[in-house]
């Protein structure tokens, strides 16, 4: 029996944190993804008719320094240069796969997203060679954005130099916290000193948005820490603010010591706190000057800082996914490559398939997605909905807005659904409302 099976997170999230994801960050659910669907993509990618929705592109660099305790992702801290030189070339081998199908050939991308696992682990040479073989691959002179995910530790100035020539304009930093002791209980590789140097560098550099990421709940956090982490924002005054609230997916090390334990909750913050948290970083960005413009973001200046990889995803755009354990959505196929590195560099090798699992979703769960991904945006537009899928949201869950505007989670306006702040902090947790019904007892 799994670990998901024994133990169920609490979707209310109104107590401790418990084991498990909670975060909505696509549907239909992962778990529903599966080996019969995989051969869907191959069709419809050497169909004769080219996508026609926005194109972007997601790669994903699975090197690290060292694991954070609360990682779930695919990373590997124990890779040499050869081990990296293979997957650089492996995954450039999967990109002339994709921009040779007719599906995607002669298409550019919109948006490009380098995510990890660290991206800025990478050499300045590994970077710049990359990126170079990359363009010719699939030029990217049409991109309105280029995001690249970075670890403070990793970045020096001929570095920093080398990732803005190439192209990126939105440079996001992951500092997570600010006080060294809690960084290094938490299993960051970096220290405060790193941020601020790196900060400085970017900011000389002129990058276009400079994101700074924040976590609400590591361990060890306190009222007092979480405070001054939202004061050394605002002195740093960066173009866009990323707050997310902790949570122990089973995968973590984390997980591993509550399960030697005999823990069921965490050891971080409760709901409760991380979203008071969040509320007051909220409202001391805004009386600073900034706009929040979804549960986790607050920028500058929203005329200005956009996150083009999150709206065009959340609008149904194209996504190639390249790298171990990636995920893509193409032509409204939802899939994952092959989640071990060797067994990923092996099969490129051999020309082999790499998806791991697919699926092939139909117009209502496409429908559904769009719908509960726009929530975390805490503004919905039924006029969007009824133009792109001809539905009116507003008859199809009047008991849902009648009770979340009865509760005082909902303002209704002309052609608006407004989520209130205190709603869209816990929104994931709202999400399942719009599950269709079969989806609804999934994890």
């Not at 004061?231 to 090390?253: A, G, H, K, R, W």
């Not at 496409?366 to 909905?385: A, C, H």
């Not at 008991?399 to 608006?416: N, P, Q, R, Y």
Request: charged share 25%; hydrophobic share 35%; with cysteine.
């Amino acid at each position: 029996m799994t670990d998901e099976t024994l133990i169920k997170p609490d979707r209310e999230t109104k107590d401790e944190t418990k084991a498990g994801s909670y975060f909505v960050s696509n549907y239909p659910p992962f778990s529903l993804w599966n080996e019969k669907d995989v051969d869907c993509l191959p069709s419809m990618l050497n169909s004769p008719s080219p996508g026609s929705a926005p194109l972007g592109l997601y790669y994903h660099v699975p090197f690290c320094r060292k694991r954070c305790h609360f990682c779930y992702f695919r990373v590997y801290t124990d890779k040499n240069s050869n081990d990296i030189r293979r997957y650089l070339s492996a995954t450039m081998k999967e990109l002339k796969a994709y921009a040779a199908s007719s599906y995607v050939n002669g298409r550019k991308p919109k948006f490009v997203y380098f995510g990890g696992g660290t991206p800025s682990y990478l050499s300045a040479q590994q970077l710049t060679d990359l990126t170079n073989e990359m363009k010719s691959i699939l030029p990217w002179d049409e991109a309105e954005e280029v995001t690249f995910e970075c670890e403070p530790g990793t970045l020096h100035e001929k570095k920093l130099e080398v990732i803005k020539n190439f192209g990126v304009t939105r440079l996001s930093l992951g500092i997570e916290n600010f006080d060294d002791h809690i960084l290094a209980i938490n299993g960051r590789a970096h220290r405060s000193n790193a941020v601020f140097r790196a900060y400085e560098f970017a900011r000389q550099l002129g990058f276009d948005n400079i994101n700074v990421d924040l976590i609400a709940g590591m361990l060890e956090e306190t009222d007092e820490n979480w405070s001054n982490c939202v004061d050394q924002v605002i002195d740093l005054s960066p173009d866009c603010v990323t707050i997310y609230q902790m949570e122990i997916p089973f995968n973590t090390t984390i997980f591993k010591s509550m399960k030697e334990k005999g823990k069921l909750s965490a050891p971080v913050a409760d709901w409760q706190t991380k979203r008071r948290w969040v509320e007051e970083a909220f409202g001391r960005l805004e009386s600073a000057g900034y706009t929040v413009t979804s549960a986790y973001t607050a920028v500058k200046d929203p005329d200005k800082t956009k996150f083009i990889y999150r709206d065009r995803l959340w609008s149904g755009a194209d996504m190639v996914g390249l790298g171990v354990a990636s995920l893509g959505h193409l032509g409204g196929i939802h899939y994952q490559n092959l989640t071990h590195i060797d067994q990923y560099c092996d099969t490129i090798e051999s020309e082999g398939p790499v998806v791991r699992r697919a699926l092939l979703t139909t117009d209502e769960e496409r429908f559904v997605r769009e719908l509960i991904l726009q929530w975390k945006l805490g503004l919905v537009r039924p006029s969007y909905f009824k133009e792109k899928f001809g539905i009116d949201v507003l008859k199809r869950y009047s008991e849902v807005f009648e009770e979340w505007s009865a509760s005082g989670d909902l303002i209704i306006g002309k052609d608006e659904l407004r989520l209130s702040r205190t709603a869209l902090l816990r929104v994931d947790s709202m999400l399942h409302s719009f599950f269709l019904p079969q989806h609804q007892d999934i994890a």
